[in-house]
């Protein structure tokens, strides 16, 4: 014990600087004694696990505290930057993967409140991340924090996804987006927090019963993400609050074998849902139900790359598609309150017609995109709770100015729409945008409370 507390703890650029007096160290080491194991656990919260093993040296209070730690930060970047890369990064890799064995260790059974791994720079062992995680489940883990570069499929243990005491579970598997191996059952009954990036889904019953079996979820994010042969991607938590999708993919053998991209369609059904963040393709087939509870959504949709520089070169049936997608979307949002449009939603979805220009061009395309934003719309479509409205880089489009002519007629209680001009407009930039905004005030309004700031 003592020899390996002795290799953990040795420095090798740094030396220990002794204190000034041994009266000093007498009163100092009286001090630290006295404090109870929980306040001595707060304090080495704050330290990477490497800076909490050297705390031994500080008295005999202190020399066996760091192996009963609740709080277990493996921060590869903090152990390199300490010095402990002899021989090189290579080395200075299995000197890390070997303290992270050794203080699992050497803990026994003892609580873990929260597991903390963070390591990108290097590829390592899939295999050894299972032993630490199954440690750590063991332990009755509270939160489990991890972000590495793996190359293979990774496969957690079983007992980590049964876990009555995990409320938060975070996973980053890095840029190669290795696949997650799930389990045949899965059920976490107190997890409240569960952030999953950059790692490949495989199946869609698994995931599934990974997204809704979590009753107490309140977060879930879902970041650059594969979705290989994933057809329905459910996400029902009664208690959500908070949800954020974004630039999720998917494989190149879909695209082949389906005929058509982005086969993955996405159904959002969460009454409690607060906050709604996502930006994903806009081919991409979204359900949203039960949304009574929505306050922001701010929603970023892209096109494919063949046309996203190329805008006017869009197929006109590809334009009534997306059309359709975003009618789709305001009916799903109808009962939020501030919404947030990326400039694709508002532009590049009909962007055939020319700049506005002058008054009468309004009336001349009126009956054009009339067929998207009044025929289309059901008559039910009305936001009844949208209070503010945030719309960036505006061109002066007709069909924007029809978007906002459908905000004004259907939202009951709106009192601000915001609206930030692009500053690639031509020269006459400013008697195009006061043409506008004199035809944006001869539109009815449903609200009698309305400010619109152009920015």
């Keep these: 014990m003592e020899a390996i507390e002795s290799k953990i703890c040795s420095v ?52 066996y505290i760091w192996t009963t730690l609740p709080y277990l930060n493996f921060d590869h970047i903090l ?18 993967l070997d303290l992270i064995d050794r203080v699992l260790f050497l803990r026994g ?39 590495v570069s793996a190359k293979e499929a990774v496969e957690l243990p079983h007992c ?36 999953l990036c950059s790692l490949c889904f495989v199946d869609d019953e698994l995931t599934n019963k990974l997204l809704c079996n979590c009753p107490l979820l309140e977060s879930l994010i879902i970041r650059y993400c594969t979705l290989k042969n994933v057809e329905n991607l459910k996400i029902s938590a009664p208690r959500l609050k908070n949800l954020v999708i974004e630039t999720c993919f998917e494989d190149s053998e879909v695209y082949e074998e389906s005929g058509r991209s982005f086969s993955c369609k996405i159904n959002v ?18 359900t949203l139900e039960n949304l ?5 959504a701010d929603i970023d949709m892209y096109l494919e790359e063949d046309y996203d520089n190329e805008l006017l070169k869009l197929p006109h049936k590809r334009k009534e598609e997306y059309a359709q997608c975003m009618i789709k979307w305001l009916t799903g949002l109808s009962n939020i309150k501030a919404l947030t449009l990326s400039d694709l939603l508002l532009k590049r979805v009909c962007r055939w017609h020319p700049m506005y220009q002058y008054g009468d061009e309004t009336e001349s395309n009126l009956p054009v995109i009339r067929a998207y934003w009044e025929a289309e719309l059901p008559e039910k479509c009305t936001l009844n709770h949208l209070k503010s409205v945030e719309i960036q880089n505006l061109l002066g489009y007709v ?23 692009s500053k690639t407009w031509p020269q006459d930039r400013e008697e195009r945008l006061m043409k506008f905004r004199k035809e944006l005030q001869t539109f009815p309004q449903a609200s009698s409370s309305v400010t619109i700031l152009f920015i």
């Excluded at 080495?44 to 209070?61: C, E, G, H, P, W």
């Excluded at 609580?111 to 390592?124: D, E, P, S, T, V």
């Excluded at 032993?131 to 009755?140: E, I, K, P, S, Y």
């Design 12 to 63: 090798p650029s740094k030396k220990l600087k002794p204190f000034k007096s041994e009266k000093a160290v007498e009163s100092t080491a009286d001090r630290i004694s006295a404090l109870p194991k929980a306040v001595l656990h707060y304090i080495l919260s704050f330290l990477d696990v490497r800076s909490a093993v050297q705390t031994s040296m500080l008295s005999k209070r202190w020399r």
């Design 160 to 195: 980590l996804y049964i876990s009555e005491s995990m409320s938060v579970l975070k996973l980053n598997l890095g840029s190669k987006r290795p696949k997650l191996v799930l389990p045949s059952s899965m059920g976490l009954p107190n997890l409240k927090i569960l952030h």
């Design 292 to 296: 009574y509870s929505l306050v922001n």
């Design 79 to 96: 152990f390199l930057a300490y010095g402990w890369n002899w021989g090189g990064e290579n080395l200075g890799m299995d000197q890390f």
């Design 399 to 421: 069909n924007e100015l029809m978007f906002l002519k459908f905000l004004l007629k259907r939202a009951m209680v709106l009192q601000k729409i915001v609206i930030n001009t």
């Design 269 to 286: 059904s969460a009454p409690n849902l607060i906050s709604f963040k996502c930006r994903d393709h806009l081919k991409r087939e979204y």
């Design 109 to 147: 059974g003892s609580h873990i409140q929260k597991f903390r791994l963070y390591c990108i720079r290097n590829y390592f062992d899939t295999g050894r991340l299972h032993t630490w995680t199954l440690v750590a489940a063991r332990c009755n883990v509270e939160e489990v924090d991890i972000r």
